[in-house]
């Protein structure tokens, strides 16, 4: 495990990356010289830059910084980038981001939250919650906090809330007193090969955990978990330790009571859509009353917490239209949305822009993914967001589109997306995915108010 005593100066080569940049901010706040590489500037990259940061967008050895203590990267870097190597060549100390994390959650109490899906929402709603408790946390977030437009932020408690990332296994790194476990879902086959061996990596991040773990209701394999006190939480089953009941729905906001088995804990209201949601504020709730916040302050974070970007966001939401994007690039993430929007808007026709994510995920999961889409009145499918890979034979959007039922559907570029939301005036859509679909955010939001 690396030391982060003794670092006066720290570059990272991905420094734009959600997970990465939280770091960047943490360290900028020690007040330590920060620098660091990206590919293409952004909005996140400005921010960082805004605060300080000195980023540079250039492979080349000219810009690098020379005096760094600790160099820290993505694995989404390539293996020939110029910087990373001549960092390895020269002796640097070269480590990944979770082995920063490693550190951290050794260092504090950790909470850690893993899962296929939701662990960013889940995580977010803890940090918002014991920072509006006045707990008090340093969040390590994989997403954008609407109410602190953030993705890190530090306290005095030596507490850290750490998104357990699954890829790369880099979640076997941390060293989790408290958890949160979302799903078990197959994802990421391309790192693990098989689900056998995913779900084996993932019961070793359970079993590690040193205080409590908290952990969706009926779970498969849940019997194999090991961990001292354990949990269960569910948006309304009453066999769960925790859940919701007598939830309403009003205007996309949701007011429902928290049990503890037979005891009611307090009433709150959430103001996110998806039903799924739900289920993760009560996961978070759960955490938070094991760590022993009183009941009514996390009533309040609850009613204060404005989401994730991203997360179920709503970018248009008056009397004509109602517009939300989201994150969604997993089956199972792709049906509770849907099924969400659905519930809360019913008598509104849903039209869904959907970008795969990995061409690797695509051919793994196309059938759930067709499944998920059915779901909707109409299907707009973009190409293949590639991220780190190289094309697949045989693999694209169509691979998805072919095993759709439903009549409705076309395969769009997204200059084409952006004619059929002018033409279509959808009164309720959804864009979907991980990729650069959020390029389009912005401008159909604004052909939507333009109406």
Not at 40 to 64: A, C, Y
Not at 149 to 170: G, L, T
Not at 248 to 263: H, K, L, P, V
Not at 408 to 434: F, H, R, S
Request: glycine share 6%; with cysteine.
């Amino acid at each position: 495990m690396i030391s982060l005593n003794n670092i006066s100066s720290v570059y990272f080569i991905g420094i734009g990356g959600i997970g990465m940049s939280a770091l960047a901010r943490y360290f900028h706040e020690q007040k330590l010289v920060v620098r660091g590489y990206d590919k293409t500037p952004t909005e996140l990259t400005q921010e960082l830059v805004d605060e300080g940061i000195e980023i540079n967008f250039k492979d080349d050895l000219s810009s690098l910084d020379k005096e760094a203590n600790l160099v820290v990267y993505t694995p989404a870097i390539p293996k020939d980038h110029q910087q990373l190597n001549w960092y390895r060549e020269n002796d640097f100390t070269v480590v990944k981001r979770s082995d920063v994390l490693e550190s951290i959650t050794h260092q504090m109490q950790a909470v850690c939250v893993a899962g296929t899906h939701g662990k960013t929402t889940v995580s977010t709603m803890i940090a918002h919650l014991l920072r509006d408790a006045a707990y008090g946390c340093n969040a390590f977030l994989g997403g954008i906090s609407v109410n602190y437009k953030k993705n890190f932020w530090s306290s005095a408690n030596q507490c850290a809330v750490v998104e357990a990332d699954e890829y790369d296994r880099s979640f076997l790194k941390l060293h989790p007193d408290f958890a949160v476990l979302t799903a078990m879902d197959a994802d990421h086959l391309d790192i693990y090969g098989t689900v056998e061996e995913m779900e084996k990596c993932y019961l070793q991040f359970i079993n590690s955990v040193q205080d409590t773990l908290i952990f969706k209701h009926g779970l498969k394999r849940s019997s194999e978990f090991k961990v001292k006190n354990q949990f269960t939480y569910s948006a309304q089953n009453d066999s769960a330790d925790y859940y919701a009941k007598d939830i309403m729905m009003s205007n996309g906001s949701y007011a429902f009571d928290i049990y503890q088995r037979d005891e009611l804990k307090t009433s709150a209201v959430l103001h996110m859509g998806g039903m799924h949601n739900v289920e993760n504020c009560i996961a978070a709730f759960a955490l938070c009353d094991v760590l022993g916040v009183d009941v009514v302050k996390l009533a309040k974070g609850i009613s204060s917490f404005k989401g994730v970007k991203r997360r179920f966001q709503y970018i248009v939401k008056n009397d004509n239209f109602v517009y939300i994007d989201d994150y969604a690039h997993h089956p199972e993430e792709l049906k509770n949305l849907i099924e969400s929007a659905k519930a809360l808007f019913r008598n509104r026709k849903l039209a869904v822009i959907f970008q795969p994510h990995l061409y690797s995920r695509t051919k793994d999961l196309s059938a759930g993914f067709a499944e998920s889409l059915d779901l909707a009145d109409e299907v707009i499918l973009l190409d293949i967001y590639p991220a780190r890979e190289l094309p697949m034979e045989g693999v694209s959007s169509e691979l998805i589109m072919d095993q759709m039922h439903s009549d409705n559907k076309n395969l769009l570029t997204m200059d084409g997306a952006m004619a059929w939301v002018e033409g279509k005036k959808p009164e309720l859509l959804i864009t979907a995915g991980a990729g650069d679909i959020d390029t389009l955010v912005e401008p159909i939001k604004q052909k939507i108010l333009a109406l």
